[in-house]
């Protein structure tokens, strides 16, 4: 099973601020299929990024995916209020698992 | 738009059979190139993919929770379902019923989710 983890744990910004997730895999994972989500407290998580840097429906362009083989990167570019939130990255690599996920916080 | 909607016992007693139902609707469950999946979230806690189950029937599980899993597919009611056996605490969690994308194996559309409570 390919283990990814994910860093910071916690990430302390202001509004305006540039946001640089990683993710990294135990193993190489296969950039198409590789994702990254956001979830809001008391909601399902939110598809924001898929095959490592291709932006899903709706989601603006301060959100980019970045990476290959083990190390990838998730960059909100200026965080907006509502981007504050917990983020996701995923694989699937004969079986699919989650990172632990990255809280952004208000500083 | 695709809309999921999970249904099922919000408790179950340790030992018994936890049994979810997730509905779809705005789009069809025979749609090609998706597949149909549950995960699941403990309070405060992290994400675990539990299973996907193509419109064919085929199946695919999590090696952690294959040998108690078992997911069905009624198309004719455009819902599938999901069934762990031998719960303890340790399978309380909210459990997302959500779209998978085959191939390239992310997840499009969630339900809202569903507390599932394992307590005597």
């Known amino acids: 099973e390919i283990v990814l983890t994910q860093s910071p744990g916690t990430l302390s910004l202001s509004p305006g601020e540039r946001a640089t997730l990683s993710c990294r895999a135990s193993q190489t994972v296969r950039s198409s299929s590789f994702a990254w989500y956001q979830q809001k407290p008391g909601q399902p998580p939110r598809l924001l990024i898929y095959?490592?840097?291709r932006r899903a429906t709706g989601i603006p362009d301060r959100f980019s995916g970045s990476g290959s083989g083990t190390d990838f990167t998730l960059t909100i570019s200026r965080l907006d209020p509502e981007d504050f939130a917990v983020y996701f990255c995923?694989?699937?690599?004969?079986?699919?698992?989650f990172g632990g996920g990255t809280r952004v916080q208000i500083k | 738009q695709l809309q999921l909607q999970e249904s099922g016992s919000g408790l179950v007693k340790p030992s018994q059979t936890l049994s979810l139902t997730c509905a779809v609707s705005g789009g069809s469950i025979t749609s090609g190139g998706y597949s149909w999946s549950w995960i699941r979230q403990p309070p405060g806690k992290g994400l675990e993919w539990i299973g996907y189950?193509?419109?064919?029937?085929?199946?695919f599980y999590n090696p952690s929770l294959r040998s108690r899993v078992t997911m069905s597919i009624d198309r004719s009611k455009s819902q599938f379902s999901l069934h762990l056996t031998s719960v303890t605490a340790a399978d309380t969690a909210v459990y997302y019923c959500?779209?998978?994308?085959?191939?390239?194996?992310?997840?499009?559309?969630w339900g809202q989710g569903t507390l599932v409570t394992v307590s005597s």
């Open positions: 959500a779209r998978l994308r085959d191939g390239l194996y992310y997840f499009d559309f």
């Open positions: 095959s490592a840097s």
């Open positions: 189950i193509y419109q064919s029937g085929s199946t």
């Open positions: 995923q694989q699937y690599g004969g079986s699919l698992t």
